[in-house]
């Protein structure tokens, strides 16, 4: 998930979560259920940093 996440930070600043699951699923070929999985669980790191 590392990778995945470093992808995501250095990627564009999509703020909907919908339009992250496109690019990511477009831009790496992944399933939609694949890239929603890894967008919701770098929303899930992403809260728990800023809370802790």
Excluded at 22 to 42: D, F, N, P
């Amino acid at each position: 998930m590392t990778e995945w996440f470093k992808l995501m930070n250095d990627g564009p600043s999509f703020l909907r979560f919908d339009d992250r699951v496109r690019w990511l699923s477009s831009e790496y070929e992944l399933a939609h259920g694949h890239a929603t999985a890894i967008v919701h669980e770098y929303d899930l790191v992403r809260a728990h940093r800023r809370m802790g």
